[in-house]
Protein backbone atom coordinates (compact mmCIF):
# COMPACT_ATOMS: atom_id res chain seq x y z
CA UNK A 1 0.00 0.00 0.00
CA UNK A 2 1.72 3.28 -1.15
CA UNK A 3 0.32 6.50 1.03
CA UNK A 4 0.57 10.19 -0.52
CA UNK A 5 0.42 12.91 1.48
CA UNK A 6 0.36 16.59 -0.69
CA UNK A 7 1.78 20.01 0.89
CA UNK A 8 2.54 23.21 -0.49
CA UNK A 9 -0.83 24.97 -1.67
CA UNK A 10 -2.02 27.92 -1.13
CA UNK A 11 -2.94 31.72 -2.48
CA UNK A 12 -0.79 33.62 -4.92
CA UNK A 13 -1.75 36.42 -7.24
CA UNK A 14 -1.46 35.79 -10.89
CA UNK A 15 1.77 35.36 -12.41
CA UNK A 16 3.55 34.04 -8.87
CA UNK A 17 4.88 30.46 -8.21
CA UNK A 18 3.77 27.51 -5.99
CA UNK A 19 6.40 24.50 -5.65
CA UNK A 20 3.73 21.45 -3.87
CA UNK A 21 5.16 18.24 -2.31
CA UNK A 22 3.98 14.81 -2.83
CA UNK A 23 5.71 12.83 0.10
CA UNK A 24 5.22 8.72 -0.52
CA UNK A 25 5.49 5.99 1.65
CA UNK A 26 4.85 2.39 1.83
CA UNK A 27 7.04 1.91 -2.11
CA UNK A 28 10.10 4.17 -3.38
CA UNK A 29 8.85 6.60 -5.91
CA UNK A 30 11.62 5.27 -8.20
CA UNK A 31 9.17 1.91 -8.71
CA UNK A 32 5.97 4.07 -9.33
CA UNK A 33 5.18 6.10 -12.19
CA UNK A 34 4.02 9.73 -10.55
CA UNK A 35 1.53 11.78 -11.65
CA UNK A 36 -0.20 15.45 -11.09
CA UNK A 37 -3.97 16.21 -11.62
CA UNK A 38 -6.08 18.55 -10.49
CA UNK A 39 -9.88 19.42 -10.04
CA UNK A 40 -12.13 22.23 -9.68
CA UNK A 41 -15.76 21.67 -7.88
CA UNK A 42 -18.22 20.19 -10.95
CA UNK A 43 -15.50 19.09 -13.33
CA UNK A 44 -13.57 15.99 -14.28
CA UNK A 45 -10.31 15.33 -12.57
CA UNK A 46 -7.68 16.68 -15.30
CA UNK A 47 -4.38 15.29 -16.04
CA UNK A 48 -1.25 18.25 -15.25
CA UNK A 49 1.65 16.36 -15.74
CA UNK A 50 3.64 13.02 -15.14
CA UNK A 51 6.58 11.02 -15.02
CA UNK A 52 7.26 7.72 -15.72
CA UNK A 53 9.77 6.52 -18.74
CA UNK A 54 9.46 9.86 -19.86
CA UNK A 55 7.55 13.24 -18.95
CA UNK A 56 4.40 14.07 -20.08
CA UNK A 57 2.26 17.40 -19.76
CA UNK A 58 -0.83 19.07 -20.88
CA UNK A 59 -0.70 21.41 -23.61
CA UNK A 60 -2.33 24.06 -20.91
CA UNK A 61 0.63 23.66 -18.13
CA UNK A 62 3.42 23.21 -20.95
CA UNK A 63 6.48 25.44 -20.06
CA UNK A 64 5.25 26.67 -17.05
CA UNK A 65 4.64 23.90 -15.17
CA UNK A 66 7.32 21.04 -14.05
CA UNK A 67 7.65 17.62 -12.52
CA UNK A 68 10.70 15.97 -10.64
CA UNK A 69 11.77 13.44 -7.93
CA UNK A 70 13.70 13.30 -5.53
CA UNK A 71 14.20 9.61 -4.19
CA UNK A 72 16.19 9.98 -1.71
CA UNK A 73 13.50 11.87 -0.07
CA UNK A 74 10.90 9.35 -1.62
CA UNK A 75 8.95 12.92 -2.53
CA UNK A 76 7.70 13.78 -6.09
CA UNK A 77 6.96 17.79 -6.40
CA UNK A 78 5.17 20.05 -9.18
CA UNK A 79 7.28 23.68 -9.22
CA UNK A 80 4.00 25.58 -10.78
CA UNK A 81 5.38 28.62 -12.77
CA UNK A 82 3.68 31.90 -13.86
CA UNK A 83 0.38 30.86 -12.51
CA UNK A 84 -3.20 32.11 -14.19
CA UNK A 85 -6.44 32.04 -12.32
CA UNK A 86 -7.54 28.96 -14.41
CA UNK A 87 -4.79 27.29 -12.50
CA UNK A 88 -7.29 27.20 -9.04
CA UNK A 89 -7.75 23.84 -8.17
CA UNK A 90 -7.43 21.19 -6.12
CA UNK A 91 -4.06 19.52 -6.97
CA UNK A 92 -3.41 15.65 -6.29
CA UNK A 93 -0.64 13.59 -6.23
CA UNK A 94 -0.89 10.22 -7.84
CA UNK A 95 0.83 6.70 -8.47
CA UNK A 96 0.63 3.61 -10.78
CA UNK A 97 2.64 0.49 -10.83
CA UNK A 98 2.24 -0.11 -14.65
CA UNK A 99 1.26 0.76 -17.58
CA UNK A 100 1.64 3.41 -20.17
CA UNK A 101 -0.88 5.32 -20.22
CA UNK A 102 0.12 8.56 -17.79
CA UNK A 103 -2.56 10.98 -18.75
CA UNK A 104 -5.95 8.64 -17.62
CA UNK A 105 -6.93 9.58 -13.90
CA UNK A 106 -8.58 6.00 -14.54
CA UNK A 107 -4.74 4.66 -14.45
CA UNK A 108 -3.67 5.32 -11.15
CA UNK A 109 -3.62 3.09 -8.48
CA UNK A 110 -3.07 5.20 -5.34
CA UNK A 111 -4.25 9.12 -4.44
CA UNK A 112 -2.93 11.78 -1.98
CA UNK A 113 -6.15 14.21 -0.56
CA UNK A 114 -4.90 16.97 -2.44
CA UNK A 115 -4.45 20.26 -2.01
CA UNK A 116 -5.64 23.45 -2.90
CA UNK A 117 -4.55 26.30 -4.92
CA UNK A 118 -6.05 29.30 -5.86
CA UNK A 119 -4.57 32.21 -8.09
CA UNK A 120 -6.13 35.88 -7.56
CA UNK A 121 -6.06 37.96 -10.52
Known amino acids: QVQLVESGGGLVQAGGSLRLSCAAS????????MGWFRQVAGKEREFVVATGDWIYDADSVKGRFTISRDNAKNTVYLQMNRLKPEDTAVYYC?????????????????WGQGTQVTVSS
Open 26 to 33: GRTISSLS
Open 94 to 110: AAKTSGSNYRSSHDYDY
